[in-house]
């Protein structure tokens, strides 16, 4: 009996901390916190919200800070101002979920962020006068700010403020680079309010101090039916504007170009965007100096403080802000799934490309597809869970580019001077015999390790290993059957690294195959590894992860915080791995791996097809 304690006491310890990742890792998006639909209009003559100024971007400028002055003569600690876009928010109609379902009275979209009245006046509630200074970015329409008492769950209108919009809300904004399908093409997307009937999109482009030509963009929009469910269809909806595409071909090798996004109106006036630059790829094989960043779960935060989860913003505005500063020594970026939590709520898609516009803009941000921007029941997941909130992909697959065969299946394959990236998308069956599975022994088998010796997997669920409390409760370390197929070709083609989000926290592995480490080495690794280095990079930006309160014998480093992988290949032999901590840039984890073409030829096992000697 006394033997049986411990094992009580531990697997209660599982149970607690499993409970505890769901209750912070499911938590809804903020704005699903406003219940729109119980909003009643209850004007108040001596009520009121003024904003100023109320023409933005005069000088061009896609993001302004707008100052609020607001008064209640019977002010509570609930009251909110809510930001609403376009600003005649309560005259639009609000369809049904679906044919049985009534629309609400009131009928609205969601705010795009909102507010407590007393946030930065301490003094309302006694006084009822408060003060805000919001930041706005240009989202193709133009904006109010509404006053509500009754808290978010029971609002009732009580003040609109003035009109305030962009000088021109339909320009080309927030630009997002993309590697095509071959190593010297760059693709640009781009948003704006500019349909095919108003403008012809183009990309006006050429190598720095050189000529510059003009390449034509396809257009993509979507309508509310496009999604699968609420809040994505109802509250949620806005409407996404216009996505435009160009392909920049046959590009010198680590070159810089310039780029501008250009919108020709039929009268002959073109609309500009800024100027942007990039350096194009090396190309594969290319023996020169290659960085690359790479992290999962980021999210969006709003800069004024305004309408996120408390820990959200810290970690996804240090992730950038750390990323852009850096941003001289990194080629490449990716992004392993779950990339703005919009949840269903689309004008979160504008908010996240404008807060990572500094980086994409100039490198490539190459993404993966997680589950909070693919899973939603009987839209054909591998999953049955809602994390989408209603978008099942369309937003992810429509607001950045990747170079897939598919864009509903989301997994591709790039060559970047010495590395081979084969990314998975884990929303799909990955398992021996599905499409997947025979493209990413495809991907593994087909690289050339003489000229591209760095073969890097990802994905956003953990198909490796993780100690995360909701995965060791199921006593798998790993997404339910995610490597027991996967290890067989990681450890055959030799992968050097895959790299996981999905679990908010940091972890590396030992070199690993079939939960065995295959090297004792910790920080220095020389010749083969004779088995594939595993981490998670979940830390992003969102809500943090516990990790199970039990040591693994394969687990190397944990960091129960916010940060980022930074990957420099040097040659064809050296490769540096370095940790960073969102906070502060600083490294707070890293190995190399030093070796020759020979040791990647070595045999290791289940590495090589059986020989016999010659005779």
């Known amino acids: 009996m006394m033997m049986e304690e411990p094992r009580v006491v531990f697997l209660c310890l599982l149970i607690l901390t499993t409970l505890q990742q769901v209750v912070v890792s499911d938590e809804h998006q903020p704005l ?13 003559q001596n009520a009121y919200v003024k904003a100023t100024p109320d023409v933005l971007g005069l000088e061009g400028q896609n993001t302004e800070w707008v100052t609020l002055k607001y008064y209640n003569p019977k002010p509570t600690v609930d009251d909110w101002i809510g930001v609403f876009s376009p600003s005649n928010f309560s005259a639009s109609t609000c369809p049904a979920e679906n044919q049985s379902t009534s629309p609400p009275l009131f009928c609205s979209s969601a705010p795009i962020k909102y507010q407590y009245a007393n946030f930065s006046s301490s003094n309302y509630k006694k006084s009822g006068k408060g003060y805000l200074k919001l930041q706005l970015i240009n989202q193709r329409s133009d904006f109010s700010f509404a006053l509500f008492r009754g808290g978010l769950t029971n609002p009732k209108l009580i003040a609109v403020s003035n009109k305030v919009s ?12 993309a590697q095509g399908k071959t190593w010297d093409e760059m693709t640009v997307t781009w948003t704006s309010g500019y349909g095919i009937n108003e403008a012809e999109p183009f990309v006006e482009w050429g190598p720095k101090g050189g000529k510059l030509i003009q390449s034509p963009a396809g257009t993509l929009t979507f309508d509310r039916n496009t999604m699968c469910g609420a809040p994505a269809r109802t509250v949620g909806w806005r409407d996404p504007g216009f996505i435009h595409t160009s392909f920049l071909k046959e590009l010198w090798p680590n070159k810089e170009y310039v780029y501008k996004l250009g919108h020709r109106l039929f009268n002959g006036t073109i609309i ?11 190309f594969p094989g290319q023996n020169s100096v290659q960085r690359v960043v790479i992290f999962g779960d980021m999210g969006k935060a709003e800069a004024d403080g305004s309408n996120e989860y408390n820990d959200f913003q810290p970690g996804s505005l240090n992730t950038t802000k750390q990323i852009v500063q850096d941003l001289k020594d990194i080629d490449i970026v990716f992004h392993i799934g779950d990339l703005c939590y919009a949840n269903g709520y689309l004008s979160q898609w504008d908010q996240f490309t404008a807060q990572i516009e500094p980086i994409a803009s100039a490198v ?12 939603w029941p009987g839209s054909g997941s591998f999953y049955g869970g809602m994390d989408s909130g209603g978008e099942c992909g369309v937003l992810a697959q429509s607001m950045f580019y990747v170079p897939a065969e598919n864009r509903e299946k989301f997994w591709y394959s790039i060559d970047y001077g010495m590395f081979r990236f084969c990314i998975a998308h884990t929303e799909f069956d990955w398992r021996k015999g599905t499409e997947q ?7 593994l088998s087909t690289v050339d390790r003489q000229k591209q010796p760095w073969l890097i997997f990802l994905a956003h669920r953990v198909l490796g290993y993780s100690s995360a409390g909701f995965y060791a409760a199921e006593g798998s370390f790993e997404e339910p059957m995610g490597r027991e197929d996967l290890q067989v ?10 790299f996981y989000g999905h679990v908010h926290n940091y972890e590396r592995t030992c070199p690993i195959y079939q939960n065995i480490c295959t090297n004792k080495e910790k920080n220095n690794y020389v010749g083969n590894l004779n088995g594939t280095i595993h981490v998670v990079v979940g830390g992003g930006g969102a809500s943090l992860a516990d990790f199970a309160p039990i040591n693994t014998k394969w687990s190397i480093f944990k960091d129960h915080d916010f940060g980022f992988v930074k990957l420099t290949a040097f040659d064809h032999s050296n490769l540096l791995f370095e940790y960073k901590k969102s906070s502060d840039g600083r490294v707070y984890d890293s190995f190399k791996i030093s070796r020759d073409y020979r ?3 070595a045999c290791n096992v289940d590495g090589c097809s059986p020989t016999t000697l010659a005779t």
Not at 33 to 43: G, S, Y
Not at 364 to 375: F, I, K
């Open 32 to 44: 699903s916190k406003v219940a729109i639909h119980n909003t009643v209009t209850e004007l108040d």
């Open 166 to 177: 962009f000088s021109n809300p339909n320009a080309p904004v927030y630009p997002r680079l």
């Open 272 to 282: 500009w965007s800024e100027q942007y630059q990039f350096k194009s790829p090396p």
């Open 364 to 375: 490539p941000y190459m993404t993966a597809s997680g589950n909070h921007e693919r899973d």
């Open 437 to 443: 599975y025979k493209f990413i022994e495809k991907c």
């Open 489 to 498: 070709l990681w450890q055959k083609y030799k992968v050097d690294i895959a």
């Open 599 to 601: 040791d990647i030829l």
